[in-house]
């Protein structure tokens, strides 16, 4: 049975998507089969950012809706499998309809990933109603801490009690000058557990156009492979 864990933040601009992304990639490098879901529906990028095959025309609300078999909405990528979202929100789409669909999934795969959208609404109340585990991602800067604690309380009235931190694009150099907040204030403000820090990578912003390729030898992709091994249980040092 797949672990389901939905990757969120409340605010946009976090680079959560390309983080959900490295992590599934890591995951799926290390043999661990990995599917994928965006649940940013009309403004889904992970195909994108995954570089997924341009064959498939399908996305999960065709699934929902029966337009096709499970199997054939996923798309394949440089790593784990996608399941892209829809392009305009639906009344079929539910948290009971969107619960049934995944259940299609759940015995193929070790791990899979619900990308929530910005916000607190639609598609991030869709992806919760399914998840077992939460992660809340945000960057040491006060705005982006307020809006993670208030989806962190969210996820955790919908039963997930299971809920860790990564902090993004944390930048060591601008930190001790002042500029933004510290490992332990983000911790403390958050009052979540630390599943790992992402160091500012220059070549994350250009993963929605080379896909993750780009992330080779890369500050951000060693901690990605970080975060999965975590995951996993497997004990690694923090490294800032």
Known sequence: MAKKIIFASGKGGVGKSSLTAGVAVALSEMGLNTLVIDFDIGMGCLDLILAADDTGIFNWGDVINGHCEPSVALRSTIGPKLLVAPVEFDESFTEDSVKEMIKNYENEFDYILFDAP??????FLLAAACSDEGIIVSTPDEVCVRVGLYAGDILYSKGIENIRLIINRFNKRLTTQGHYLNIDEVIDATVLQLLGVVPE?????????????????SKAKSAFFRIAKRLEGINVNLVI
């Open 118 to 123: 910005a916000g607190v609404r639609g598609g």
């Open 201 to 217: 990578d220059k070549k994350l912003s250009f993963c929605s156009v080379t896909g993750m390729q780009s992330l080779e030898n």
